[in-house]
Every structure is written in C-alpha cells, then in structure tokens.
C-alpha cells in the first residue's frame, strides 16, 4: 500500500497565462503573476487554511450562506432544461423531482447547504415514512435529493465532502422500518375486462382490445397515428413517435398480429400524421347517447342554445396515459356499482377494490406470452433490455411447478 504523502501542494506555473496556481482537492487556485509576493502570500493563505480545515479546501463564501431553498431554485431551472424529450417537451422527470423536493425544501428551506448532512437527510426519510409515503417512493426520493447535491458539487456551489456524506444514508429495506409496502402490480382477468368494455365508448375500447393483445404501454396506444404503423409485412410494425427508454438510445418496435390488425384497420384511415384515437370523438357518441336516451322533449329555449364558442378544457387531439386511465376508472365505476348497504367508507374500498388501470392490460399479455411462448418471448415483446424485468410484469406459470409436485411429491 503506497505511503500518504504529507507534502504541500505546489506553487506551480501556470505557461498560458505565466500566473501562478496551486491545486486543492482537484480545482485549481489562480494566485497572480507568478514569483510575486502577493501570490506567494495568497498561496500561505490558502494552504493554511486547507491545513486548518483536517488537509480539505474550507467552503467558499457562496457554498458558506447558500441556503437550501436557493439551492433547489436552480436544480429546478437546470432540470427544466436537461429533462427533455426529443420534441423539446419538458418530461414527467421534472414533476416527479418536484414532489420529491417539496418536503427538503419545507423541512430545511432556510438552512444552510454546508449544514446539511446525513442526520438531516435520515430526517427527511423518516417524515416521508411516518407521512405514509411507500418505501419505494421514499427510496427513489431520497435518491433524487442525492442527485441535487451532487449537481451542487460539479457546479462548485456546494462543499465536495456533502455529497460524499449523503452516500452513507442507505435506502429502505423491506421489513427493516414501518415504511408501507406497496401491493406488486398483478394482471387483470379477462371476466373483469370484459365487464368494463361495456361502459366504454368505441375507441377506448379499442384501446383497450389492442393494448391487451400487444402488450405495449398506456402512452405507446396513446400515441398511435397512421403514419407510425408499416402494413406491409404480415405482422404490422408500431414504432411509437415517442416512448419510454429513448434517452438510451434504444429503439421501440411493437408488432402487431392479425387480431389486433382487425381492431386498429378503421382507425389507420384518418390522416397520416392525425391520432387514431381522439377524445373529442367519444365525446359526441357519449352525447348522441345522452340525446337518445333522454325522456322528456327538449323545450324551445333548449333547442336553439347553441353550444359554447370557448371551453375551459376542451378536449385535447389525444388521450394522455392519465386521461386513458381516468375513463377506464369512470367505466369501472359503472361496472361494479358498490352495494348501497356499505358505508362510505367501505364504498370507497370497495371501488378501489374493483378498479383496475391500463397499465394491468401490459403485466396480463406479459404473463400469457410468458406461458405460451417463455420468457425471451415476453422480454422482446415488451421491449425490456434485460429478461429480469419482464419478470416483474409476467407472472410465473405455477402450473408446471404444481404437476412436478404431484408426480414427486
């Protein structure tokens, strides 16, 4: 093991500019012309003060009054502009940092960022537990609030040795505190689909059929527009305008087989670049079936009040993964009426109980193409990178493991 060296660092020349320069904890320290005394007195000044402070650079004035709440002012400014799509879309990145930095900023807004250490981010986790935030969120929050320092470190605003610290603070494990544990995404049963289609108009529930048989994510069905889909192998190619893992370079290819084919062969005759599936549509059927479904006839003010020029929020020229949600929620919800003799209370258990989200309909042809045609099968379909992720969304076929048991058990 090589011997630590107790040396000073050196009062060097810097040729490009003929200053003189002496480097502490890897940035350089610019001292004047060099063999003045003035630069010689500075270089005292800071290697003394670096022997002071245990052989570390002390804080400059800026990292000494920073304070939290100014530090999270330009993270945020920054992630406005590094998180973007290919689009120049600011992505969900950013609303996600922003709730993971909304209780850092309540708790330690006014304190100092050289003040902030692993006690007072071991502060942080515990209210985001005993707030009844799930061990996976708080991980992945505290993960984030790592980051910001680090970002705080390579800008130079913020001492080196804090985000060294904050490393020390490890994440939640399972069982290990009164963190909440969140319920594993499981598939949803055909019966329970079936059940909801009903209370759908026409083009979500092609959404949904064609989801089901393709695997591909709420957003990629979202996305769908004809100018995305190549008809001319037998089995179509999807490759969505937009997805997921495109910061990394990868390519998303979604095949499409003939049943899908049937669902999605009306909707490829609108305009190349126009969506397939478009809320302002569902909305006339839904109110053609209002019309036709009403009792009394309409009375002569009703019938010459002409509908608004201007909405508060009109419908977009597409579904959003959150809008697509929230209808499959609204047809649940009709489906599955809670019986009247349960409380309020126990309704709403109820209606979460016998709700399900379009992300579900993914895990489910995971889990069939799993069974039918393995794992690899499943990995490609999906689009995952690695096989140990599609273990997550396909459920394990115990169907083999059961008829081992009984023939050696």
Not at 178 to 201: F, Y
Not at 353 to 372: D, G, V
Request: include cysteine; proline fraction near 6%.
């Amino acid at each position: 093991m090589p011997k630590l060296s107790v040396a000073l660092p050196k009062y060097r020349l810097h040729r490009s500019s003929g200053q003189a320069v002496v480097t502490l904890d890897g940035r350089d320290f610019y001292l004047g012309p060099h063999s003045s005394a003035a630069s010689k007195t500075l270089y005292n000044r800071l290697t003394g003060e670096w022997l002071a402070a245990g052989r570390r650079r002390p804080p400059s004035e800026q990292e000494q009054s920073l304070t939290i709440a100014e530090l999270l002012v330009g993270y945020f400014e920054f992630a406005k502009i590094h998180y973007r799509g290919k689009h120049g879309e600011q992505t969900k990145t950013v609303a996600n940092i922003r709730l993971a930095l909304r209780l850092l900023r309540e708790l330690y807004g006014h304190s100092l960022v050289a003040d902030f250490g692993p006690l007072a981010l071991k502060a942080v986790q515990r209210t985001m537990i005993e707030r009844n935030i799930s061990r996976g969120v708080v991980n992945s929050r505290i993960g984030q609030i790592k980051r910001v320092f680090k970002w705080a470190v390579s800008e130079q605003i913020a001492p080196a040795g804090t985000f060294h610290a904050l490393q020390t603070v490890s994440g939640i494990q399972r069982g290990r505190t009164n963190a909440r544990e969140t319920v594993p995404v499981r598939p949803v049963d055909d019966a329970t689909v079936s059940a909801t289609l009903c209370h759908l108009p026409p083009a979500l529930q092609a959404m949904v059929r064609f989801q089901h048989l393709t695997g591909c994510r709420p957003s990629e069905v979202c996305l769908l527009r004809p100018c995305d889909v190549d008809t001319t192998a037998e089995a179509w190619r999807y490759v969505p305008e937009s997805h997921k893992t495109e910061h990394h370079g990868r390519e998303r290819v979604i095949f499409i087989g003939p049943k899908a084919q049937e669902i999605l062969r009306p909707y490829l005759l609108r305009e190349k670049s126009a969506y397939c599936f478009v809320p302002a549509e569902a909305e006339r059927i839904r109110n053609a079936e209002k019309r036709a479904a009403r009792q009394s006839p309409m009375t002569p003010s009703q019938s010459r009040r002409r509908p608004k020029r201007k909405r508060s929020r009109p419908p977009g020229e597409r579904y959003t993964a959150n809008s697509y949600r929230r209808a499959v929620h609204r047809a649940c919800a009709l489906a599955f009426p809670p019986p009247a003799e349960l409380s309020e209370n126990e309704q709403k258990q109820w209606r979460k109980a016998h709700q399900w989200h379009p992300n579900r309909l993914r895990h489910s042809a995971a889990t069939l193409i799993r069974k039918e045609l393995g794992l690899e099968a499943a990995q490609v379909t999906l689009g995952h990178a690695s096989a140990d992720v599609s273990q997550i969304y396909a459920e394990r076929d115990y169907e083999l493991a059961a008829k081992t048991a009984k023939a050696l058990g």
